[in-house]
């Protein structure tokens, strides 16, 4: 997935000083008051389960105009990390608006919710949200330990990955000038959705 430029060892190491498990919560004013790593039990398909989570604060993401990321504070926002990551994600710089548009995609996770939103350029401080789900339903168990992490990813796909995805089909799709967002289940399933004509409508691949 592409990136924010930064170092997230660095940041994970710092937050998971601070660990604490899911009901403590540590406040300032302009911060979420949720904690960047969380941990505890959750039933899954019946069963109890460790889960970690890790997220990252709004100021992990230096490119993100003032103006989204003010938002993003004012939302109390904090930016889930999959159990994959290696460097700061979830935060997408494209053109989803229209070919050339600066526009940008995040994963927000507050009060409990995870939000997929989308701010565009000419109108930076107004969210979009485009799918959301309570954060607990997005974790996956990824390794011997039997810990789940989070499983939800975003990305940007170009008009050429579009046309790739979508070589597949039975049926002639339109062309697309401009980007499309992929909203990723780790080891699952990718929705690739795309904006025209004034809404959002999800581009058909194949199974």
Known sequence: MKIAAGILAGLISAS???????G????????????????????????????????????????????????LVEKECLIPQTYQAHRPENVIHASFERAGSSDWAVLCSAHGKAELLVFFGRVPDKAMTIAAAPELSRIQRHDSTGVYGFDWGIDSVSPKQVRDAQSGLEHHAAAVDHDALASTVLNEKTVYRLYANDEWTRLDVPE
């Open 24 to 71: 403590a919560q540590e406040s300032s004013p302009g911060v979420s008051a949720q904690p960047l790593n969380e941990s505890g039990k959750t039933a899954v398909d019946g069963k109890t389960v460790s889960y970690l989570i890790r997220r990252l604060p709004v100021d992990s993401f230096p490119d993100l105009p003032k103006a989204v990321a003010s938002s």
């Open 16 to 22: 998971m000083c601070g660990q604490r498990n899911a």
